[in-house]
């Protein structure tokens, strides 16, 4: 959805009517921040009258989106350790959620990529789940997962999540409209639970983002340590070609990752916002060598004029042009796309990259990805819930919108 001049006007113009819906919104849960806390933060700000409710939420949890708001958690939020341990609790999801009461609002947002959408409203309440993915560890990544656990634990896991799956996707019978956050997520909607739904990229801050006039003789990885991440594809490539590798972030593959570091690889650690955008603006390039959802990541690397070497299938594919491949003109791509999730092709991407490195305008690939700022999210969302709730008679929202 691309919003005109005119159509922003009249959501503009519509803000009494939201402001005056009795919003609730569900989040998984509140134990880090990441991409799915953004789209929340931004939800906060077009309904500033909303309630929030998760599962868990870590004690000292800092989303200053929700300071001085009414912030619901359920009993599994009072299991010892539950902040930390939240993943191996899988089965008791679906009672926690079921127990909230939605009934006394008019808008329901689900906030999903862990189970949140399970929950239960009143045929009175619109619900619009935005979908950042389907829960990936009982569904695409449930093989993968099983693989990393010992016997006994896989056993229970595989119990667990074919329970968990058909809760899920009867779960989603639940909502009365997706919203999913790229094309990507949109086809998994489609494979998982045979729903339709809309694209509305995630927010990302893009306006602090700067063209720096130095650029430094390294490469950037930012991501959090999981297998899925593939932090260890941009390593064992940067070992191999002896390029200097910087690497942002934390998480339980850190030793395993320092082990195979070759004496090219720093590891930064978690660093601050200014820090971390200091990275963005000097390295050469960006490696992306997971598969995501969609990716902020990306995004942000742009925002700073920097190209991305990412794996060219999912989310990326929506953010990273690459048209290099056939003509060697990097003067309207920004970035590298490659093939195989091997280091081998890792290398040879950042081979082809070093060709035409010169060739890539910092501008143009700022440029590219002003469609994903936060401003343009939040037009599209309110956009998006007037024209829903306007098709439920209680809610008294009158608008033309949906018409426009």
Request: glycine share 6%; aromatic share 12%; hydrophobic share 40%.
């Amino acid at each position: 959805m691309q919003l005109t001049g005119t159509t922003q006007d009249r959501v503009a113009s519509m803000r009494s009517d939201l402001a005056r819906l009795r919003v609730a919104i569900t989040h998984y849960w509140f134990t880090s921040y990441g991409g799915g806390e953004r789209v929340v933060e931004a939800l906060a700000e077009i309904f500033p009258q909303a309630d929030f409710f998760a599962l868990v939420a870590a004690d000292d949890h800092d989303l200053p989106a929700l300071r001085g708001r009414r912030l619901t958690t359920s009993f599994v939020g009072r299991i010892p350790g539950a902040a930390r341990w939240h993943r191996h609790l899988l089965p008791l999801y679906p009672f926690a959620l079921e127990q909230f009461d939605f009934s006394n609002y008019d808008l329901v947002i689900s906030s999903e990529s862990g189970p949140a959408k399970g929950i239960i409203t009143s045929p009175r309440t619109c619900h619009i789940c935005y979908c950042h993915s389907p829960m990936r560890y009982i569904w695409d990544m449930y093989h993968e997962s099983r693989k990393s656990m010992n016997p006994l634990t896989r056993l229970i896991f595989s119990a667990a999540a074919h329970y968990m799956r058909l809760w899920d996707f009867s779960a989603a019978s639940r909502v009365d409209h997706f919203v999913a956050n790229s094309n990507y997520i949109a086809a998994r909607l489609r494979k998982c639970y045979r729903r339709e739904s809309t694209v509305i990229y995630p927010p990302a801050d893009v306006s602090s983002g700067y063209i720096s006039s130095s650029i430094d003789d390294y490469y950037l990885v930012v991501s959090r340590f999981v297998p899925y991440k593939r932090v260890d594809l941009a390593i064992a490539a940067c070992n191999r070609l002896k390029r200097r590798l910087r690497i942002v972030g934390t998480g339980p593959e850190y030793k395993s990752l320092r082990r195979m570091a070759g004496p090219s690889v720093e590891f930064l650690g978690k660093l601050d916002e200014r820090s971390l955008r200091d990275n963005y603006a000097h390295c050469r390039a960006l490696l992306f060598p997971g598969e995501e959802d969609f990716g902020l990541v990306p995004v942000e690397a742009q925002s700073h004029g920097r190209p991305v070497i990412a794996y060219g299938h999912g989310g990326a594919l929506e953010s990273v042009i690459d048209k290099t491949s056939s003509d060697y003109d990097a003067s309207e791509s920004t970035g590298i796309l490659f093939e195989s999730s091997t280091p081998e092709s890792l290398c040879e991407a950042i081979s082809r990259f070093e060709r035409v490195e010169k060739q890539f305008k910092p501008e143009f690939i700022r440029n590219s990805v002003e469609r994903f700022s936060s401003e343009q999210f939040k037009a599209e969302f309110a956009a998006f819930v007037l024209d829903k709730m306007e098709q439920v008679p209680q809610s008294g929202i009158k608008t033309s919108l949906a018409r426009a």
